[in-house]
Structures are given as structure tokens and as C-alpha cells.
């Protein structure tokens, strides 16, 4: 038997879901429905892990990314969403299936399959890029996945930035990009998760909540006591951003290739 977490701010929703995954499985047990990130973040403090997870991505009170900043997590995540663009972050983590709502009963029983598979071996969930293509059946090349330029408005002109001149993302009230010559511009978007899933994984990274950060930008790295990390960026930005302990590993990892 496989112990299930529902993370999904809809009541209705949850139910359907909780109903199509019992006709799909008789051996996964729906042991909690989380409505919020606020009762996930809650339940994840004072619980193990599930073997299964089913997260919605837009929560009422905020992105589910947002746990796997606060817990490490190994069980596979089906993500069940009615937006498509957070694909590659959903694969990026634990993400062993991305179904679009309203979730067809073939498409999750597969995907419940695949997460039997992974449970039995005891494994880590991996998932291609080919996978991922597969699931949200959209062809086309991996490099057309990622914004080759950002829009930036100064004096009522409309200028491109391309990512490659970016040095990092910076939210300090509003969101701004600066680029390696140590210009600084107001970007159009809401928030830097918007702007994290346009990225490349392999050259940004996700620094901290405030900044996102080009590889090629990075001076030098300064580990802590603590283990927390303090990254300085190139002249002429000589700015710092700090990586949190449980962060830490990871970014060693990527900035180390």
C-alpha cells in the first residue's frame, strides 16, 4: 500500500481527484488533503514524507515550489495543474508526471504506474526532458524552452536584453535584472518565480527568495560556519547573496560541473 499527500485549494477538485485516484489504484491510500502552502508547510514539519504526492502548483496563498525550499524531499510528485508553463521547474525537482486539470483517468493511472515502479525499486524519481516533451505533448527543440531576451522599457523605448548579457535578477520591491557591465533595469514581471521558469537551469540558479544568479557572474564562494554560502558577484556589481545551508548542497553541485 502506498501513502498518498493531496496538496489542492479547491474542495471539489480534491474530491474528484481523491475518487479518480481510487478507481485508478486500489493500493494508494489518500492519507491528507492539504488546502493551503500555510497546512503543507505545517504537516510536512510534523509528518514523513508520503510515498506519493499529488501538488497542485497556484495555491491560494502561494507556488507549492516553495516546500521543496523548506523540506528535502525524495518521494515522487505527480503535479496536476491547469497551467503548462511550470513544467520544466516541476521536472527540476521531484516531478514524475505533469497532468493537466482536468486530470484524464488514463493519463493518471499511468503515472500512478510509474510511481509504483520508482517505490518498488526504492528509487529517486528522474525524469527526461524527453519525458517531459512527451507529457505535455508540445514538439520542438529543448533550447526554445528558455527566453533568449528579456524587454526592458527605459525612456518610453522598448529595448531587448539577451539572458546571456544577464548577470542576475534582483527583487527589492520591484523586480530588476542587471547585466554583466553593471547595467540595471526594471523587469515586467510580478515575481522571480515567473521569471525562474524561463530560465536555463544549467546558467541560472536560484539563489536566495530575493535573486537569481548567472553562473558566469559568480566571483567567488564563501562557505559559513553555519553552512549557509555567500556568493560575490563580478565587477562592476560586487554584490553578495547568500545560499541557505539547506541549499547549500545543491548549489555546490550545480556551480561544480
Known amino acids: 500500500m502506498m501513502k498518498a499527500v493531496i496538496i ?67 518521494c515522487p510528485v505527480i503535479f496536476t495543474t491547469a497551467y503548462d508553463e511550470y513544467a520544466i521547474r516541476a521536472f527540476k525537482v521531484n516531478g514524475i508526471d505533469y497532468l493537466l486539470k482536468p486530470v484524464d483517468n488514463e493519463e493518471l493511472k499511468t503515472a500512478i504506474d510509474k510511481c509504483r515502479k520508482l517505490h518498488e525499486a526504492n528509487s529517486k524519481p528522474a525524469a527526461s526532458m524527453q519525458e517531459l516533451m512527451q507529457a505535455l505533448q508540445h514538439p520542438g527543440s529543448v533550447s526554445s524552452l528558455y527566453k533568449e531576451k528579456f524587454i526592458v522599457s527605459v525612456r518610453n523605448n522598448w529595448i531587448p536584453v539577451p539572458a546571456k548579457d544577464i548577470a542576475c535578477f534582483v527583487r527589492d520591491n520591484l523586480n530588476y535584472l542587471f547585466t554583466f557591465s553593471g547595467d540595471k533595469y526594471i523587469l515586467d514581471y510580478t515575481t522571480l518565480e515567473e521569471v525562474e521558469e524561463l530560465l536555463d537551469p544549467k546558467i541560472f540558479y536560484r539563489a536566495n527568495r530575493q535573486s537569481i544568479v548567472h553562473i558566469d557572474a559568480i566571483q567567488s564562494v564563501k562557505p559559513h560556519e553555519n553552512q549557509k554560502l555567500t556568493l560575490t558577484l563580478k565587477a562592476p556589481l560586487k554584490m553578495e547573496q547568500d545560499v541557505s545551508r539547506e541549499k547549500a548542497p545543491g548549489f555546490k553541485k550545480w556551480f561544480d560541473r
Open 8 to 74: 489542492e485549494d479547491e474542495n471539489l477538485i480534491a474530491k474528484e481527484l481523491q475518487n479518480k485516484i481510487a478507481n485508478a489504484a486500489a493500493d494508494v491510500q489518500v492519507v491528507e488533503v492539504l488546502p493551503s502552502l500555510k497546512t503543507a508547510k505545517k504537516w510536512f514539519m510534523q509528518n514523513a514524507e508520503p510515498d506519493l504526492l499529488f501538488m497542485d502548483i497556484q495555491l491560494s496563498d502561494g507556488v507549492s515550489f516553495e516546500l521543496f525550499e523548506h523540506f528535502t524531499m525524495s
